[in-house]
């Protein structure tokens, strides 16, 4: 069974463009987690959905990020205007029950310019 | 509120050597607790998880780790470390959402290296 998929895998872009995160979680799981990993400030959840509904939106940094999950299979995360402070590391996760074993994609870097 | 604390950023152990990587947790309940790790450029895997059976628990690669709860600690261990467990190690609990669990919060993480 494929794993949790992330694209893109890599994006460098300008200080003040819009950029999209994609996720596609494994099938069959409801509950699917946005992560930001930085040296400073290590993991920090951003939002989490389960049921395709925001649960806990409380660390998404400020109204210029933004999270959807359309459907069970798919999930965006969206920064706009993006800045420089925003570079990090973004982990999807997903999950199949309550008891918190998280399955990690391999992450987008995100470097802005 | 949950939260993890682990001890040392970076631990550093020659091959052959026990591996141990300390993490303490706060909880005002019965807490879940994980250790994942995390290779270079890549996302992080289940190493093993603690769910209220037994304290002792076993998991992937020889690691293990004991649920103390006097000590409010779950330090991971390896007998004899290998060079291929040169990797970020982090500890996690999970935090209640209306009695169920579902999210995870990690610690800040450690770094092990392996010497030949």
């Known amino acids: 069974d494929a794993g949790v998929i992330q694209s893109p895998r890599h994006e460098v872009t300008e200080m003040g463009q819009e950029v999209t995160l994609r996720c596609k979680p494994i099938?069959?799981?409801?509950?699917l987690f946005w992560y930001r990993q930085t040296m400073m400030r290590g993991l920090e959840l951003l939002i989490y959905?389960?049921?395709?509904?925001?649960?806990?939106d409380s660390g998404m940094p400020e109204d210029r990020f933004s999270a959807k999950m359309p459907n069970a299979s798919f999930s965006t995360l969206k920064i706009q205007p993006s800045e420089p402070r925003d570079s990090a590391v973004y982990f999807c996760?997903?999950?199949?029950?309550?008891?918190?074993?998280?399955?990690f994609g391999e992450g987008s870097r995100l470097t802005v310019l | 509120a949950q939260s993890v604390t682990q001890l040392g950023s970076h631990v550093s152990v020659s091959e052959g050597a026990l591996v141990l990587l300390r993490c303490n947790y706060s909880?005002?309940?019965?807490?879940?607790l994980f250790w994942y790790v995390q290779y270079p450029n890549q996302g992080l895997q289940l190493l093993l998880k603690?769910?209220?059976?037994?304290?002792l628990v076993k998991g992937i690669n020889g690691f293990e780790a004991e649920f103390k709860k006097s000590e409010t600690s779950f330090h991971l261990t390896k007998p004899s470390a290998h060079m291929s467990d040169a990797a970020e190690y982090f500890c996690?609990?999970?935090?209640?959402?209306?009695?169920?669990?579902?999210?995870?919060?990690f610690g800040k993480g450690t770094k092990l290296s392996v010497k030949p």
């Open positions: 996760a997903s999950s199949a029950d309550y008891t918190g074993e998280l399955f």
């Open positions: 099938s069959g799981h409801n509950s």
């Open positions: 959905f389960n049921n395709n509904v925001p649960i806990d």
């Open positions: 909880s005002s309940v019965p807490p879940y």
């Open positions: 603690y769910t209220s059976a037994a304290t």
């Open positions: 996690a609990v999970t935090r209640n959402y209306g009695g169920s669990q579902g999210n995870l919060i």
